[in-house]
């Protein structure tokens, strides 16, 4: 195999790999990642058999093949090299040659044979939905999702095609058992996607999948579909699949609280920096904040014994009764910052029932947050 190819391409499609193949794994091999000429495409594949890249990118091929190289050692070389073309080159001893400019690489290999077998996508039904549709709803309900190997069902973010008074809508949901967020897309953005229910997507896959679209145009047009257990994510150079979480999710419906709290309007970029403020005091242990209504002055106060205090007042239209209720001020903060700027609707509300944060005047996002007891 020997072929040519721009830095900044190969740079690009070996690092695109490494969420998948860097990983500590039983098998070395899969470490490593499958470099194939096809035509005058440079073809890359990775797996670590829950989720496979398949990915191609333009080269001038002068001699076909197949090499495994570490995707690491590989990544690592690529990234050193000077700007320009770098050429590639396999030896009959299975080494890869790398030259550019002045600089040589040569690079153990490992035989085809020893790669699992990742299959391409072929007569599916494959859904066009805007790339800036999968990142949005991704980015307002992955930190919700639970980190915790033990609960699977609650280890990734549940995908829906869920219909609205307005029209078809796809919908994510992601909890932890103790904050929980809902993000929609706009209606008529499912692309005509349809699913019999919902579908629960690993939190590591949905990160490589969030990463995957970080180069791609947010106008751009990607491809989901539904393959024996796994989703499919097309993009114009790569196909990612992920094997979805086989169990069922929580019923999170019946955590939407049914009454109303209390409502205040707040700025995005001002709130932001409060809780920012407040989680200077935070440790491992303590993430607390309290936060008091009197008048029409909402008080910010985190106590930490082994950091100090943090306090700060903020100016709401309430004018009720005293209200004090606690929060995790991380919680608080994560579903913040995912939002544009502008005016965020936070309720409140007693008795031990969740805050919600959301948009105001849209259904588009919501973020609700059990209290902690004060």
């Known amino acids: ?3 040519t190819i721009a830095k900044d391409v190969l740079r690009v499609g070996v690092q695109r790999t490494l969420g998948i193949a860097d990983k500590k794994s039983t098998m070395p091999v899969l470490n490593s990642i499958l470099m194939r000429t096809e035509g005058q495409k440079l073809k890359i594949v990775a797996t670590d058999r829950e989720i496979s890249l398949i990915s191609r990118y333009d080269a001038q091929i002068a001699r076909e093949g197949a090499l495994l190289v570490s995707a690491r050692k590989l990544f690592e070389m690529v990234r050193e090299l000077p700007e320009g073309e770098v050429r590639c080159e396999v030896e009959e001893n299975g080494q890869m040659k790398l030259r550019a400019g002045r600089v040589f ?6 035989k085809e ?8 996508v072929e007569d599916l039904p494959l859904y066009p939905v805007k790339a800036s549709v999968v990142t949005n709803l991704i980015e307002r309900t992955v930190f919700s999702a639970s980190t915790d190997e033990l609960r699977t069902n609650m280890n990734g973010v549940l995908l829906e ?11 994510m949901v992601a909890t932890d058992g103790h904050r929980m967020a809902i993000a929609y897309s706009e209606p008529g953005e499912h692309g005509g996607m349809v699913l019999e229910k919902g579908i629960i997507i690993p939190r590591r896959g949905v990160m490589e999948i969030r990463k995957l679209l970080e180069d791609v145009d947010e106008e751009a047009q990607v491809y989901l579909g539904l393959d024996k257990g796994m989703i499919i994510v097309k993009t114009e150079e790569t196909t990612m699949k992920v094997g979805l979480i086989d169990g069922d999710f929580p019923d999170y419906r019946r955590a939407i609280p049914v009454d109303k709290g209390i409502p205040l309007k707040l700025n995005r970029g001002a709130l932001l920096h409060t809780l920012r403020r407040m989680g200077v005091m935070s440790s491992d242990r303590y993430a607390g904040v309290v ?4 008048g029409n002055v ?3 106060n985190s106590v930490n014994p082994e950091v100090g205090e943090a306090s700060e007042e903020m100016e709401v239209a309430y004018g009720g009764e005293e209200v004090r209720v606690g929060y995790n001020v991380r919680y608080l903060t994560d579903a913040v910052e995912v939002m544009e700027e502008g005016e965020v609707l936070f309720e409140v509300r007693t008795g031990f029932k969740p805050g919600v944060v959301r948009y105001v005047g849209s259904d588009c996002y919501a973020s609700y947050i ?5």
């Not at 044979?113 to 391409?120: G, K, Y």
């Not at 936060?291 to 009197?294: A, F, M, Q, W, Y």
């Open 1 to 3: 195999m020997e072929f």
């Open 105 to 110: 690489y040569r690079l153990m290999g490992l």
């Open 113 to 120: 044979e020893d790669f699992p077998t990742v299959f391409e």
């Open 161 to 171: 095609v869920e219909e609205s008074v307005n029209g078809v809508r796809l919908k």
């Open 291 to 294: 936060l008091t209504l009197k």
């Open 298 to 300: 909402m008080v910010f």
């Open 370 to 374: 059990m209290p902690l007891r004060v």
